[in-house]
């Protein structure tokens, strides 16, 4: 059986073009080596799964080949990687400085990646205060953290911050169309696009997830089999119900949300889908803001379909009631007569009790 290797590590970036959703910080970063200007103490902060860890080491390699006529080393012995969340203590930062003082046997630069930097006590911050503050010629320090206010204040003013952004759900889900390409799978762009969104921002989560889907579905990825696999309410159950609602059929209601929940699902997962939704037709009734749409192509004119049904006095209570239903949810005694009275209040916006008469 050959030896399976997840995708965050077989896709993991090797040189700064293949960085997702961080150009600024890659062409920063690109430009400070070309021209000399790199900090000797470096700082790279945002949330998991966004390529900190990956840039350090990309960084850490190009330091020492633009300084070599052999480019086609990768200097490992000059990179030192330290997890600060399991070597903590003042002892393990003493001999990380001890060590910093002899210079690299080849090469220009030692290179000391630090992982998960906040996980340092506060008298190891302290011991590392001198070094990085007058590092040695041959040293530079690359620290990486998602908590960057747990670092105290003498150490940042020593580093060079750069801050990592989430990564957007277009930019996750082109990358995961070019793996599907160099892995032969056939997948639709909604299930690419379903992984990115629920991703929430960070690529390594992505990755995992497309894997766990692959397993499910196959090298075929349908925007079915995806929801399937993830837990995930199709967008088809928020079309369905909004049809309902806008035709005031209030036993029809009752009974589609019976079933999401028959499907197992969770009343505030459902509310709190649905509020999002109406934020969605909204954004999909004015071509300024059809670009605030995070979805595949083939959902999106859906939405535009449904937006000219939908009108905006019956969106903007709509979004509000749901919303307040979503707030109240977890306090609620009975949570199931909490949505079912916000659908039938959702279910009666639109309606006209005169028409009705008549």
């Known amino acids: 059986m050959e030896h399976f290797i997840v995708s965050a590590r077989k896709y ?34 945002g949330p998991r799964g966004v390529g900190k860890t990956s840039c350090a080491r990309i960084l ?5 080949q633009e300084s070599s006529e052999n480019t086609d080393e990768d200097f490992a012995f000059n990179i030192f990687e330290l997890d600060a969340a399991s070597n903590n203590s003042v002892d393990d930062i003493r001999s990380l400085t001890d060590q910093v003082r002899i210079p690299p046997q080849t090469g220009k630069y030692k290179v000391y990646i630090i992982d998960e930097v906040h996980m ?3 008298a190891a911050f302290n011991a590392f205060l001198k070094t990085l503050e007058e590092p040695p010629a041959h040293a530079i320090f690359i620290l990486a953290t998602t908590e960057k206010h747990k670092i105290i204040p003498t150490i940042l003013s020593r580093c060079q911050i750069f801050d990592f952004k989430r990564i957007g759900v277009l930019d996750a889900k082109n990358y995961l169309k070019t793996i599907c390409e160099r892995e032969n799978i056939t997948a639709e762009d909604d299930a690419l696009h379903i992984i990115a969104q629920k991703a929430d921002g960070a690529m390594r989560d992505a990755l995992s997830i497309f894997d766990r889907v692959v397993s499910f579905s196959g090298n075929n990825l349908t925007r079915e089999a995806v929801t399937q696999n993830l837990n995930v309410l199709d967008y088809e159950v928020y079309f369905n119900m909004t049809d309902l609602l806008l035709e005031n059929k209030i036993p029809e209601v009752l009974m589609a949300y019976n079933d999401v929940l028959s499907k ?3 009343g505030q997962h459902f509310i709190s889908g649905l509020a999002s939704h109406f934020r969605d037709l909204l954004v999909a009734k004015d071509n300024a803001t059809i670009s605030l749409l995070e979805v595949g192509d083939t959902i999106k004119k ?3 379909e449904q937006a000219v049904k939908a009108s905006m006095p019956f969106l903007l209570p709509a979004i509000d009631k749901a919303n307040d239903c979503d707030l109240k949810y977890k306090s609620s005694k009975n949570q199931r007569l909490l949505v079912e009275l ?15 008469k008549i």
């Open 12 to 45: 993991r970036p090797q040189n700064f073009e293949d960085v997702v959703g961080q150009q600024a910080i890659t062409n920063t970063l690109e430009n400070a080596i070309k021209n000399n200007h790199l900090a000797q103490a470096l700082l790279f902060t």
């Open 302 to 304: 859906k939405y535009l």
């Open 60 to 64: 850490a390699k190009r330091i020492n």
């Open 264 to 266: 197992g699902f969770e």
């Open 120 to 122: 340092l006590s506060q």
């Open 342 to 356: 916000c659908l039938m209040q959702l279910a009666s916006i639109s309606f006209d009790g005169e028409k009705k």
